[in-house]
Nanobody, 114 residues
Framework: QVQLVESGGGLVQAGGSLRLSCAAS????????MRWYRQAPGKERMFVAS???????NYADSVKGRFTISRDNAKNTVYLQMNSLKPDDTAVYYC????????WGQGTQVTVSS
């Protein structure tokens, strides 16, 4: 089993920044892609960003140029640097990791006030 612990969420004003972290622990053999999703109230969970084991990144159009995903393989951790935040970015952010199978974190709340 792999456990994912997210941190870094909070309340920020529009235009501000936050950095999310998701640390994996447990029976980790190897980690493939790592992703961030988000779910706003009353909406479906949506893809935000991904990074492969080779550091290839991909972003949702809504966050391109504002968010940056990165990973530290030595720490089994994925990050999401979020800049120029907007009220529409308000959501619970979840990390997802492929390590033999897919694992999800518990989510961290990000609230952006106008």
């Amino acid at each position: 089993q792999v456990q994912l612990v997210e941190s870094g969420g909070g309340l920020v004003q529009a235009g501000g920044s936050l950095r999310l972290s998701c640390a994996a622990s447990g029976s980790i053999s190897s980690i493939g892609f790592m992703r961030w999703y988000r779910q706003a109230p009353g909406k479906e969970r949506m893809f935000v960003a991904s990074i492969t084991s080779g550091d290839t990144t991909n972003y949702a159009d809504s966050v391109k140029g504002r968010f940056t995903i990165s990973r530290d393989n030595a720490k089994n951790t994925v990050y999401l640097q979020m800049n120029s935040l907007k009220p529409d970015d308000t959501a619970v952010y979840y990390c997802m990791v492929l390590s033999g199978r897919l694992y999800w974190g518990q989510g961290t709340q990000v609230t952006v006030s106008s």
